[in-house]
């Protein structure tokens, strides 16, 4: 199976067919009802709330899937913050093919707006500091794509995409391994034997921890799992720059500056797309051919 995380141009074709089959399934009967099927309109997409805006480009594309001859100007830019009243776009299209893909459109771009704007907010709380902000694999099934690309419009970094682009031992591998040392040594093995060189992250749950791992060595990142705020800046120090840091757990808008503080090199934040609100848009017909 093709991996869809490869680019846009893989994701995005997939994205849309499956969107459209979910909402449309055998036809849109409302629209074939009432719409001549050659009827023209054209419509804009206004914002209705303050924050980050995400997903034009995606717009852009379901209109060019549904409707080959769409006419697409977009007024605002992915990334672009915004606020209540604004137009982002405007097309010109068929008409039942504008109301085809209305509702999966603004569930993808709502969502993904909400996602950057939250995002935003994390990175405005650091960015003054040496810290990245990590997204997890804590998103919705099949929208993992769209989840983590409104993170990067919002200012925040990418973790892994899953399973098989990071390698990130966590307390069950270890627990179910027999130890700490036992994991790491049989990640090591597995990827000379496999010919692979992916990134490795260890979890440690503490200090005990973090020294077998600094015995071992062989990784990339050393992930301090719910550490308290002194603890955690201990660890860092002792450390040092034999390998990255990352913070998780606990982590919120509130705690993220403190985190930060302590020096890691990562905070990691399932919340950026796990509790993201969505933004809310508006897609309105304002005038025909």
């Given at each position: 199976m093709t991996n869809v995380f490869e680019s846009k141009d893989t994701f995005i074709p997939f994205f849309i067919e499956q969107a459209l089959?979910?909402?449309v399934g055998s036809g849109d009967h409302t629209s074939q009802a009432c719409i001549p099927a050659d009827d023209r309109t054209s419509a804009r997409l206004y914002v209705k709330d303050a924050g980050v805006l995400a997903g034009v480009e995606l717009a852009q594309r379901f209109f060019q899937a549904v409707d080959p001859s769409a006419q697409f100007r977009a007024l605002l830019a992915d990334g672009a913050d915004v606020s209540f009243g604004q137009v982002a776009f405007e097309v010109e299209c068929n008409t039942r093919a504008l109301l085809r893909v209305e509702r999966a459109l603004l569930n993808s771009m709502q969502r993904m707006s909400g996602i950057a704007t939250l995002s935003n907010r994390y990175h405005f709380e650091v960015e003054d500091l040496p810290v990245k902000i990590l997204d997890t694999r804590k998103t919705t099934p099949l929208l993992r794509?769209?989840?983590?690309?409104?993170?990067?419009?919002?200012?925040?970094?990418?973790?892994?995409?899953?399973?098989?682009?990071?390698?990130m031992i966590k307390d069950n591998h270890i627990d179910a391994c027999g130890g700490i040392r036992e994991a790491?040594?049989?990640?090591?093995?597995?990827?000379?034997?496999k010919g692979l060189e992916l990134g490795v992250t260890v979890?440690?749950?503490?200090?005990?921890?973090?020294?077998?791992?600094?015995?071992?060595?062989?990784?990339t990142r050393i992930m301090f799992d719910n550490f308290d705020l002194p603890i955690l800046a201990e660890a860092v120090e002792v450390v040092g720059k034999r390998f990255e840091t990352e913070a998780s757990g606990g982590v919120n808008i509130h705690t993220v500056r403190r985190i930060a503080m302590t020096g890691v090199d990562y905070v990691s934040v399932g919340a950026l797309t796990h509790s993201a609100t969505s933004l809310d848009l508006s897609l309105k017909v304002v005038g025909k051919e």
């Open positions: 089959q979910e909402d794509y769209l989840e983590k690309w409104a993170v990067s419009l919002g200012g925040c970094h990418n973790y892994r995409f899953g399973l098989f682009d990071w390698i790491i040594e049989k990640v090591a093995g597995y990827q000379r034997e979890e440690v749950r503490n200090l005990v921890e973090l020294h077998q791992v600094l015995e071992v060595g062989q990784i």
